[in-house]
C-alpha cells in the first residue's frame, strides 16, 4: 500500500514555493544539476545553476566527453553511426583561475556554443547566447539547450539525466506498442529488421503511486465537474473531452508531463487545459499585473511630487 505522507509531501511540494508556470523550469535545472554533479563531481544545485556553470569549464569539458563517447560509439557501432551527426571537434578552453563574468569566462561559453551549432546541429529555438549565461538572463533556452546536448549525448552510451532516460521509457513504450500491433500481421511476411538499441543504462520511473499524486493535483480543484483524466494504463492519460493521450512520469517531487518534444508539469498543464484553471489563472495574471501597475503608478507620481517640488 502506498505511504499516503509520502504522496500528500510530493504532491504539495510539486507547485510550492513555485508558481506553476515557473516549476517546470526548477525541476529541469534540479534534474540537470543532479546529472552534472554526478559527471563532474560539482557542487551545482537548482537554486546556483547559472552561477555554478557561468565560467563554461564543466560546459567545455562535457563537450569534449561527447566527443569521445561519439568517436567510441562509431568504433563499435558503425553501421548506426552511418545515419548520426557524429561531433568530433575539440572545444579549446581554459580552465585555471576563470571568473565568472570575465572575458576568460565568456570566451568558454562563446566556444561551446559554437560547439553546439557547428558539431551537434542543434537548432536555434534551442540555442542560448554568451550573455544568456554571463548575465544570468534567458535561464529556459539555457536549460534546453543542456537537456538536448543531453540527448544527443545519450544516443553515445554517455550517462542522461533522468528526464531524458524517462523520454526514452515513453519512447520504448511506443515502440512496444507499434511492434503488438504489427505482430498480427500475416507471420508468412517478411519480418523487419530488429531497431536498434541504444547502450544506456535506464533508471525506470516507480508507477506504484502516481495515480495517487495525479489524483492529488487534480482534486485541488473545488469544481462540481472535475477536469476528465482518465488512467488508460501505468504512466497514460486520456484528458479533456478528446481522445487525447498523455504520458506522466514522477521526477523526484515533481509531477511531470510529457508534451511533444518536451516536458512540463501537470500543475501547470492543468493550468493552461483546464477551463476551471484557466479562468482562475487569468484572474490571478490580471490582479497581480493591476497591483504592478498600481504600485508604478504610485511610485511615479511619488517620484513626479519629489521632482517638482522647490528646493530648499
Known amino acids: 500500500m502506498a505511504d499516503q505522507s509520502n504522496i500528500q509531501s510530493a504532491a504539495s511540494k510539486s507547485i510550492r514555493p513555485f508558481k506553476s508556470s515557473e516549476e517546470y523550469l526548477y525541476a529541469m535545472k534540479e534534474d540537470l544539476a543532479e546529472w552534472l554533479n554526478t559527471l563532474y563531481d560539482l557542487d551545482v544545485t537548482a537554486d546556483t545553476f547559472m552561477d555554478g556553470l557561468g565560467t563554461g569549464c564543466a560546459l567545455c569539458r562535457h563537450a569534449n566527453n561527447v566527443n569521445r563517447a561519439a568517436h ?102 511506443i515502440r512496444d506498442q507499434k511492434e503488438s500491433i504489427h505482430s498480427v500481421e500475416d507471420e508468412e511476411d517478411e519480418p523487419d529488421p530488429e531497431p536498434f ?55 523526484r517531487t515533481h509531477v511531470m508531463v510529457r508534451v511533444g518534444g518536451g516536458w512540463d508539469t501537470l500543475e501547470h498543464y492543468l493550468d493552461k487545459h483546464d477551463p476551471c484553471r484557466c479562468a482562475a489563472f487569468a484572474h490571478r495574471y490580471h490582479q497581480a499585473k493591476s497591483s504592478g501597475q498600481g504600485a508604478q503608478s504610485k511610485s511615479s507620481s511619488a517620484h513626479s511630487s519629489r521632482s517638482t517640488s522647490p528646493g530648499p
Do not use: H
Open 72 to 173: 567510441d560509439f562509431q568504433l563499435e557501432y558503425p553501421e548506426a553511426a552511418q545515419s548520426m551527426k557524429m561531433p568530433s571537434k575539440e572545444v579549446v578552453f581554459q580552465s585555471r583561475s576563470v571568473v565568472c563574468g570575465s572575458f576568460v569566462a565568456r570566451d568558454n561559453v562563446s566556444n561551446f556554443i559554437s560547439w553546439c551549432r557547428q558539431e551537434l546541429w542543434i537548432k536555434d529555438v534551442l540555442m542560448f547566447e554568451t550573455n544568456d549565461l554571463v548575465e544570468r538572463c534567458n535561464e529556459k533556452n539555457f536549460v534546453l539547450c543542456l537537456l538536448e546536448v543531453a540527448r544527443r549525448g545519450s544516443k553515445f552510451g554517455m550517462l542522461a539525466p533522468m528526464l531524458i532516460q524517462l523520454e526514452e521509457e515513453i519512447e520504448e513504450e
Open 197 to 251: 538499441i541504444w547502450p544506456q543504462k535506464r533508471v525506470l520511473c516507480d508507477m506504484r503511486n502516481l495515480d495517487e499524486l495525479v489524483r492529488e493535483i487534480l482534486g485541488r480543484c473545488s469544481c462540481p465537474a472535475q477536469f476528465p483524466m482518465v488512467k488508460v494504463s501505468e504512466g497514460k492519460y486520456k484528458v479533456g473531452d478528446s481522445s487525447a493521450l498523455i504520458f506522466i512520469r514522477v521526477l
